[in-house]
């Protein structure tokens, strides 16, 4: 599914995300090079520097949060998740997002885990 | 009328309905800001991020302007 992009992962961002992004043959990579940019969290250090850069306020780097990833991975059919309904705000501006719009799609849903057949 | 319209948009933001491999982090951004259909929700979301974007190119502008002045006094006294 990822064969070939580069994502860059947060601090925030738990391992066995980042494992599934590697099994489905995506790479690791530093920010600036990166295709894809995942958080869990806007307000680690991470990601604050994210939304300070260039590239940021450019409008060229988008952060979405991880939960995406195991969106896809709970998906039947793996490219119909919609990346777009993972956009991860700064944390000063998601007071006033929920206040419009209810919560986001990572919060709504406590089932974005990636789950373990091997374990019972 | 006007709701069953406004469904009509909600389903043609391409925030929305955009899939697959083309979309990153990169691209995103752009492909929201040139979609003429914007959905309540991505709507709300451009607006505020758009607001801080300017706001922290405001404040950039302004550290420049901070950080330059010192550096240019420096030069010129050892120039002396
Ligand atoms: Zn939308």
């Not at chain 1, 059919?77 to 919560?103: D, M």
Request: proline residues 3%; contains cysteine.
């Amino acid at each position: 599914m990822f064969q070939g992009q580069r994502g860059w992962f947060c601090g925030s961002v738990g391992g066995e995300l980042r494992q599934f992004w590697v099994a489905e043959g995506g790479s690791i990579s530093d920010p600036r090079a990166a295709d894809f940019l995942f958080s869990c969290d806007a307000s680690h250090p991470d990601t604050l520097r994210i939304y300070q850069s260039l590239d940021y306020i450019e409008d060229n780097a988008t952060v979405f949060h991880a939960y995406y990833l195991s969106a896809v991975a709970n998906a039947e059919v793996k490219n119909s998740v919609a990346l777009g309904h993972f956009i991860l705000p700064p944390a000063c501006l998601q007071k006033e997002i929920r206040r419009k719009l209810g919560n986001f799609i990572w919060e709504q849903d406590q089932h974005f885990q990636i789950e373990k057949h091997d374990e019972v | 009328a006007t709701d069953s319209h406004s469904k009509m948009l909600k389903y043609r933001c391409s925030g929305c309905i955009a899939v697959g491999k083309s979309l990153n982090s990169r691209n995103f951004s752009k492909l929201l800001h040139s979609c003429p259909y914007q959905c309540d929700r991505h709507k709300v979301i451009v607006e505020a991020e758009d607001r801080y974007k300017s706001e922290l190119r405001k404040s950039l502008i302004c550290n420049k302007k901070i950080l330059l002045t010192p550096r240019r006094r420096r030069q010129l006294s050892s120039e002396s």
